[in-house]
Every structure is written in structure tokens, then in C-alpha cells.
């Protein structure tokens, strides 16, 4: 990914620290203007927001899909909403909320050459993100125990909304719920070379666009829930 | 973020102030959603939403000190196909 992808642009940098740049992997323009060559970290961000941009198409294509069975099917909907826990979609939105702050915070710290610090604040989002995926494992098993669970043969029985519903939940929820594993472990990454030493204040692009992607994953849920567990 | 100043606006007071807002419309969504608002529901929880998003995109993703052009665009962009997409969806399903 386009994070990994960036390493290279890391040795440039140290040219331009050499150049009098006072901040350096910072994202500046060669030659100052918009129309720039970009270069190192630079492109790096580009093509992460570039791939930010992918992934809203990709879940947008999965909240088209949900508008329109909604759309044909909204009694269904509405009735299959009621069997989602709002206090677990809630508790989860206001940990991934809290785990985006600790992450934008870690940044801040690592910015500012405070690696302890970065390094603390990425262990609190890890751990965070943590909760978040056993709360979503408990909700799930629960739908497996009431046979919500796709092809199961208590949900064949139900109308063909619920089990639309019930389809895109996990699909969306599951597609989300790999994102947050992803993201753990690139933060994970991030936090071991942090503590080494190989990223640090010169060049913060990597944990930035770190922090980009789990800000995406928070944007995602902010969607999510309420779609899911806020209709009834 | 183009330079130490201008990343230094989004002080760590900015940050704390945006989560705190996230949870307090979270609350507030939360609230509506369990009123009986019928149809406006939808609207209301989907507003509330692009509010939160629109928080954590231009202040903790920083696209508010974005300067790039090209990085500025690219979020607008997705948003708008992505509203291309739904809304011919959205006329072909009504009107088949």
C-alpha cells in the first residue's frame, strides 16, 4: 500500500534537511509552487489520499447497494434494525471517536519529537481498536446464536428484506471490522519502529498517512451506525 | 501542512474540543433516532453524520490547512461520483 510505498521518499528528505528545509518530511513543494514536481513524503500523501478516495467509492458502492434494497424493503429494514444493540453501536462509536483523537495525538507528540509520547497515544488507539473489535465479536456471535447469521436456516425463513439486511450488515460491518485490523497492525508496525528509532520527527509522513487511514475507518463507522443500528 | 506554523494552529485544545463535539453529536443522534421522528429520522441521523465526518476530515486528517490543490479536490471528488452514483440509481429504481 501506498503507505509501504513511501520508504524510498525517507532518504530524499535527508538531501533537502541538508538543503536548510527546517521541516523536514513535511510535505514541502520543490520549487514552491502548485505546479511542483512532488517529491518524497509529498507523493506519498497524494497517494494516500488517492487511495482515501478509492476506499469511499468502495464502501460508497456498498451503501449504494444498501439504499436500494432499503429503498424496496423498508418495513424489513426497520423491523431487522430492532435486533442490533444500539448501546454496543454506540459504546463502539464513541471508542473509535476516542481512538481517532489518540491517534491524531500521536502524530501531534511525534511532530514534535516526542516519541514517549507518540508511542503511548499509538498503544491507547491499538488497545482502543481492540475493544472495538471484541464488542463487534460479541454482537456478532449473538446474531449467530439467534440464526441471523448469513445462510443460516432460521434467516432463509425470514422475508426477503431481513435477510437483505442481515446480508449487507455483516458485509459492511465485516468489511469495516478488517479495516480496523489493518489499521491496528500498521499502527502496531508504526509503534515498534517509532520506539526504534526509524521514525521519527524528520520524517512523520509514514505514521501521518498511518493516521490518515484510521481516520477513514472512523469516518466509515460514523456511516455505519447509524444506517445500521439507528432505523428502527 | 506545509510548515511547523501551520501545523502548530491545530493545537492539541482544537483536537480534545472536536472529540468532545464527535461524542456530543453522537448523543445527540443517538436522541433523535429514539424519537419518534418518521420520515425526517433518516435525514436527520444522515446529517448529523456528514457533520461528524466533515469534523474528523478537516481537523484531524488537517484537509483544513491542506494547501496541495490536488489533495483538496480529490475528497469533493469521490463524494460527488459517489452522489452521481446513487442519485441515477435512485431515479432508475423509481421509475422502472
Not at chain 1, 507523493?43 to 464502501?59: A, P, Q, R, V, Y
Not at chain 1, 495525538?105 to 497515544?121: C, G, I, N, P, T
Not at chain 2, 482544537?14 to 436522541?31: H, P, R
Request: proline fraction near 2%; glycine fraction near 8%.
Amino acid at each position: 500500500m501506498s503507505i509501504e510505498r513511501e520508504t524510498p521518499g525517507t532518504g530524499r528528505e535527508a538531501v533537502h534537511e541538508g538543503g536548510g528545509h527546517e521541516t523536514v518530511g513535511n510535505g514541502e513543494h520543490v520549487g514552491g509552487s502548485e505546479s511542483g514536481r512532488f517529491r518524497g513524503s509529498e507523493s506519498g500523501k497524494l497517494g494516500m489520499w488517492l487511495f482515501i478516495s478509492t476506499e469511499i467509492l468502495l464502501f460508497g458502492g456498498l451503501f449504494l447497494l444498501y439504499a436500494m434494497y432499503r429503498l424496496k424493503n423498508p418495513a424489513d429494514f426497520h423491523a431487522a434494525s430492532l435486533d442490533l444493540s444500539r448501546f454496543a453501536g454506540t459504546l463502539n462509536t464513541c471508542v473509535l471517536i476516542t481512538s481517532s483523537l489518540t491517534v491524531v495525538l500521536a502524530v501531534f507528540s511525534l511532530q514534535r519529537d516526542r516519541a514517549k509520547d507518540a508511542v503511548r497515544y499509538l498503544a491507547v488507539s491499538i488497545a482502543l481498536g481492540f475493544v472495538f473489535l471484541v464488542v463487534k465479536g460479541f454482537e456478532w456471535a449473538a446474531k449467530f446464536e439467534h440464526g441471523l447469521n448469513p445462510n443460516a436456516s432460521f434467516l432463509a425463513t425470514q422475508p426477503k428484506g431481513v435477510m437483505l439486511y442481515f446480508g449487507l450488515y455483516f458485509t459492511m460491518t465485516g468489511l469495516h471490522a478488517v479495516h480496523v485490523i489493518v489499521g491496528m497492525t500498521i499502527l502496531g508496525i508504526f509503534l515498534v519502529r517509532i520506539r526504534r528509532g526509524t521514525i521519527t520527527a524528520r520524517n512523520p509522513t509514514l505514521l501521518e498517512n498511518a493516521g490518515l487511514y484510521w481516520h477513514l475507518v472512523d469516518v466509515i463507522w460514523i456511516f455505519l451506525f447509524p444506517l445500521f443500528y439507528l432505523i428502527s | 501542512m506545509s510548515d511547523e506554523t501551520k501545523r502548530g494552529e491545530s493545537t492539541v485544545k482544537s483536537y480534545i474540543a472536536v472529540w468532545a463535539a464527535l461524542l456530543v453529536l453522537t448523543a445527540v443522534t443517538v436522541t433523535t433516532a429514539s424519537l419518534d421522528l418518521g420520515k425526517i429520522a433518516i435525514i436527520v441521523v444522515l446529517a448529523i453524520a456528514a457533520v461528524k465526518s466533515t469534523l474528523v476530515v478537516l481537523y484531524f486528517m488537517h484537509l483544513r490547512h491542506e494547501k496541495r490543490i490536488v489533495i483538496k479536490i480529490l475528497i469533493p471528488i469521490a463524494i460527488a461520483l459517489l452522489a452521481i452514483f446513487i442519485g441515477l440509481t435512485y431515479s432508475d429504481i423509481m421509475n422502472r
